[in-house]
């Protein structure tokens, strides 16, 4: 009973910790940028099939979800991420699983050159310039991992980015943990002040 007692507060605790360690990180590195005109940047992930794989499938539902405008006409859906495969550029896929799935009709550019993190963010810059706001949307991790590099590359840029709605309460609440862990391996190389800081 003392056994699983322990093992049950031991997964309420890493629950928890991989729940709170995902939202601050959804948190860190945004500000409160005003304006009309936004942009929703969608981070590919490794996608080797011929159709969206389940992670990109969320992630195309974060950004869909993250555009504040009721009609989405001042929302411009920027899909980043090239061929990782023998099949098509995962901005593509992440473009046709949003239009013939979920119905998105919205404005959508693709950037289907980038391989790496980095190369997403150097790619869409130019898809950025003429917007008030910018929401990148991943994995919180991964996101914060963009936005630091958003950071170093165009700090005037970055003054403009604002949460994207990829975190949720619950949401993958069992692989959090491991998000996390994942994540705390990821985000090593950045600066503390890119890790914790605000813009």
């Given at each position: 009973m003392r056994r699983r007692t322990g093992?049950?507060?031991?997964?309420?605790v890493a629950l928890g910790w991989g729940e709170w360690l995902n939202w601050?990180?959804?948190?860190?590195?945004?500000?409160?940028?005003?304006?009309?005109?936004e942009a929703v940047v969608v981070l590919g992930y490794r996608n080797p099939q011929a159709t969206a794989n389940l992670v990109n499938r969320w992630r195309v539902r974060a950004?869909?979800?993250?555009?504040?405008?009721?009609?989405?006409?001042?929302?411009?859906?920027?899909?980043?991420?090239?061929v990782t495969g023998t099949g098509a550029a995962e901005a593509q896929l992440m473009a046709d699983y949003a239009k013939s799935v979920l119905g998105f009709d919205g404005t959508v550019f693709l950037e289907d050159r980038s391989t790496t993190t980095w190369e997403n963010v150097t790619n869409v810059i130019p898809l950025l310039k003429d917007v008030d706001r910018i929401k990148i949307a991943s994995q919180p991790a991964h996101a914060l991992k963009a936005r630091a590099y958003l950071r170093r590359q165009r700090p005037d840029l970055a003054e403009r980015l604002v949460p994207a709605d990829d975190?949720?309460?619950?949401?993958?609440?069992?692989?959090k943990p491991l998000l996390a862990l994942h994540g705390l391996w990821t985000l090593r190389r950045l600066r503390h002040d890119e890790r914790k800081g605000s813009l």
């Open positions: 093992l049950a507060i031991a997964g309420a601050r990180w959804s948190r860190t590195l945004v500000g409160h940028s005003g304006g009309v005109s950004g869909l979800r993250s555009i504040s405008a009721a009609d989405g006409r001042d929302t411009r859906v920027i899909f980043s991420g090239g975190y949720r309460p619950g949401e993958w609440l069992i692989v």
